[in-house]
Nanobody, 123 residues
Framework: QVQLVESGGELVQAGGSLRVSCAASGITFSSYALGWFRHSTGKQREFVAAVTSGGSTNYADFVKGRFTISRDNAKNTVYLQMNSLKPEDTAVYYC?????????????????WGQGTQVTVSS
């Protein structure tokens, strides 16, 4: 049974930093690409970042230079370090697995999803 459990979301002030985590079980973690997506009220779920099994990364334009995705295969965990946070970054952040390993931007490339963690950025 595949499980993805996100954690670390909280209320933070604009300009601040936060790291969210996603712990996976039930998969051969090291062979999957992992992605982070977010969903805010009134918007569709959108791609944030991805990391392939080989460590290559892919970012949405709106987070380049501010967010960093990383993975720890020994801990079966993927992280999203978020710096210089803005109110428009407020959303539920989800992690997802990509068995094909490409780490693309489309939600349809991803197999399993976590339940999400709420990140709120106050102005």
């Amino acid at each position: 049974q595949v499980q993805l459990v996100e954690s670390g979301g909280e209320l933070v002030q604009a300009g601040g930093s936060l790291r969210v985590s996603c712990a996976a079980s039930g998969i051969t973690f090291s062979s999957y690409a992992l992605g982070w997506f977010r969903h805010s009220t009134g918007k569709q779920r959108e791609f944030v970042a991805a990391v392939t099994s080989g460590g290559s990364t892919n970012y949405a334009d709106f987070v380049k230079g501010r967010f960093t995705i990383s993975r720890d295969n020994a801990k079966n965990t993927v992280y999203l370090q978020m710096n210089s946070l803005k109110p428009e970054d407020t959303a539920v952040y989800y992690c997802a697995t990509d068995r094909a390993g490409w780490g693309k931007k489309s939600i349809y490339e991803y197999d399993y999803w976590g339940q999400g963690t709420q990140v709120t950025v106050s102005s």
